[in-house]
């Protein structure tokens, strides 16, 4: 038997009676399960359960990948609560049908199995995977601000035992076909040429049924649970408060309340996601999940593909990316002054590859592809070459001005300047068309998001060339026009500065701290500003002050003038002790929401200027610039949309109070104006 009548899925019956069914979304690069496709599956079941074969198997048709999950353009559209609890029921009586199919079933996986994909070879009797690298199992639905509904919370328990179940539930981390095998996810790992001999092997010759490793089937019992519950929504609590993210805290409860009665999990593991998927959460992590989509399509010049890159600076900075592109493939030239300043950063590169191959013979390829070259031998041969120096305009103009002579007429020229307008450093250039911006953040290996600066005098084929660069290395670019700290540092250093005025006025860094995590943001600005070093913020707020009327609060002077730079001298606003903070003698306290509001409308005061300046695009470009640069509170969908949230006239009530007490730096920016005709 042969299926021919689905859009989305096709399928055939081979000489030993297994049936095999391709998944094969159309028109689409990558397969997901849309409502669409679980109609056409259901009936497809139906049609299979019909001729009794030996067995089936569920196998992509797409090298991508065998299911990314559902189809997540369909959650908007979702009207509300009734109607995600019928798709959601409708989606596990399918993955019902298949585990109650009266014949073996298997999951042949390739390339990524996510969310709704992983639920469905959880609903199989047995999964094999390809064991390539690229090989990634997971739910990510938590990212999404909702958790599995076609019965994963269930199974995953089931199969694994809680405590590993909720790992991955929790975490939203993609393990590899190995650690799957290891846990017991999956059945079989195997190279992808031997991946349908391994399937068809399960069904020939069925394994018998795995216990729940080790502590895992004591976990699931009752009074395990309620421990364990209480200790995971402890470690929950440090790091997202339940009214910012619900999913994770949900998926807990879930598993405590109702995992020693499967049925009773089922249905309300779709009452769950059904009240989750309508909250302003979800709907506002699914749009950054959209914006994320944007910053990965947006063009470069597919005839560029670079190979080859010479990085100038090996600092933290330099000798970062330099490891990355390594990683991603690249043959890295690492120039600085003397070796023994190279030396560290090819460490920082071991470690980081060690950490992120597991694989010793990857880690040396990488090794290899990063090569010292202090004489800058490098150049004449790169692709792209990036500057990666302290922050000095004469130093980068006399650099840029000796690469320029040495390097290929068509290589990429570009500085990593964090604050620094792209024309006071191509002044010196005899082609100033050829300089751009590729500025990466700390740490390098984390932050996905790269700005690419464009000035007045950036030629068209230089910026796309390195847009291509930056997807190239597997980073989110962002395309941002020429002016004092582009985007990102343009918005955070005035949020900075504010912190520190603050601590000015006696306000302890925690209780300033704690207000800004409590409005969302991953970290407070004092420990961020240590973090980051306080003579690099002061540095950036001078060339600031220098371009914009912007005050320097003069405990940051003091502070570096001391040799207090933060968390790298060991002491900065907070004094250091094994890496952590410790807490200050400071006494003085002030309301959480005015400080907090302080810090968020110097914040958005900004965003509101860098919109009307025209740094970036549109609205949306700046909130996945700030979401993917700062973090700034996903959960609130961005900077314009928590504007647009709470309304401009809100915002403009307030800024009115907060200019008069505390002066002129809270008096809204002209861009507000359009905000307000535009919302």
């Not at 991955?168 to 650690?179: D, F, H, N, P, V």
């Not at 001999?197 to 080790?214: E, Y």
């Not at 002579?405 to 450093?425: H, Y």
């Not at 914009?548 to 570096?560: A, D, F, S």
Request: charged letters at 25%; proline letters at 5%.
């Amino acid at each position: 038997m042969v299926l021919g009548k689905y859009k989305n899925w096709r399928g055939e019956q081979d000489a030993e009676n297994i049936f095999w069914l391709y998944i094969d979304k159309a028109e689409a690069n990558a397969n997901v399960l849309s409502k669409e496709a679980l109609t056409e599956l259901e009936s497809a079941l139906n049609d299979i359960a019909q001729i009794k074969p030996k067995g089936l198997v569920f196998i992509s048709a797409k090298k991508s990948g065998f299911i990314a999950g559902a189809d997540v353009k369909e959650f908007v559209s979702l009207k509300d609560g009734k109607e995600a609890f019928e798709l959601i029921k409708r989606g596990q009586k399918i993955m019902d049908k298949i585990e109650n199919l009266p014949f073996p079933t298997v999951a042949a996986i390739n390339g990524f199995c996510l969310g709704g994909g992983l639920e469905l070879a959880l609903a199989c009797r047995y999964r094999a995977a390809d064991n390539a690298p690229g090989t990634k199992l997971g739910f990510p639905e938590v990212k999404l601000g909702i958790h599995p509904g076609f019965g994963g919370t269930v199974r995953s328990t089931l199969l694994i035992g809680g405590p590993a179940a909720l790992d991955m539930m929790l975490t939203g981390r993609m393990i590899s076909a190995k650690a799957a095998l290891k846990t017991g996810l999956i059945d079989m790992a195997v190279p992808y040429r031997q991946l349908k001999n391994a399937a068809r092997h399960l069904i020939v010759n069925p394994p018998r049924n795995k216990l729940i490793p080790g502590f895992g089937k004591l976990a699931n019992l009752k009074p395990a649970r309620h421990f364990i519950a209480k200790t995971v929504r402890k470690k929950l609590a440090g790091k997202a408060l339940k009214s910012h993210y619900p999913a994770p805290y949900a998926i807990v409860d879930l598993w405590e309340k109702y995992a020693g009665d499967p049925r009773a999990m089922y249905e309300k593991e779709a009452e769950s996601v059904s009240e989750l998927i309508t909250m302003d959460t979800a709907q506002n992590l699914v749009g950054v999940f959209f914006l994320q989509e944007r910053l990965k399509s947006i063009g470069g010049k597919e005839s560029f593909r670079p190979t080859r890159l010479h990085v100038i600076g090996a600092g933290v900075m330099g000798g970062d990316i330099a490891a990355w592109a390594a990683i991603r493939g690249m043959r890295v030239t690492l120039q600085d002054r003397e070796p023994k300043f190279i030396a560290p950063a090819v460490k920082r590169a071991a470690d980081l590859f060690r950490r992120k191959l597991k694989d010793k013979r990857l880690a040396q390829a990488a090794m290899d592809r990063l090569i010292p070259d202090v004489e800058g031998k490098g150049v004449a041969q790169a692709d792209v070459i990036i500057e990666a120096v302290f922050e000095d305009l004469n130093v980068k103009r006399e650099l840029f001005a000796e690469v320029e002579r040495k390097a290929r007429p068509d290589a990429v020229l570009a500085t990593n300047t964090s604050s620094i307008p792209l024309e006071e450093i191509a002044a010196t250039l005899k082609n100033p068309e050829r300089l751009t911006g590729i500025h990466f953040f700390n740490p390098v290996a984390q932050m996905m998001l790269v700005e690419v600066v464009k000035s007045a005098e950036t030629s068209e084929e230089v910026f796309a060339n390195a847009v291509s660069f930056v997807q190239a290395i597997g980073k989110l670019p962002l395309p941002v026009k020429s002016a004092p700290g582009f985007l990102v540092n343009r918005i955070l250093v005035p949020y900075l500065m504010e912190g520190v005025k603050m601590m000015e006025e006696g306000i302890p860094p925690e209780r300033i701290d704690t207000a800004a995590v409590r409005f969302g943001m991953p970290v407070g600005p004092v420990l961020l500003a240590d973090t980051v070093g306080l003579d690099i913020c002061l540095h950036v707020a001078e060339i600031f002050a220098k371009h914009m009327q912007m005050e320097i609060p003069e405990k940051l002077r003091k502070l570096v003038e001391a040799g207090r730079l933060g968390k790298k001298s060991g002491h900065g606003f907070y004094k250091y002790e094994n890496e952590k903070p410790a807490k200050t003698a400071e006494t003085g306290g002030a309301d959480l929401t005015e400080i907090e509001d302080r810090l968020v409308f110097r914040y958005l005061n900004e965003a509101a200027a860098c919109l009307r300046e025209g740094i970036v695009e549109d609205g949306d470009l700046l909130d996945a610039g700030m979401i993917f640069g700062t973090g700034f509170a996903p959960f609130r969908g961005g900077p314009m949309k928590h504007i647009a949230t709470l309304g401009t006239d809100y915002f403009l009530k307030r800024f009115q109070e907060l200019e008069e007490k505390y002066g002129t730096r809270f008096h809204p920016d002209e861009g507000w104006q359009s905000l307000k005709q535009n919302p």
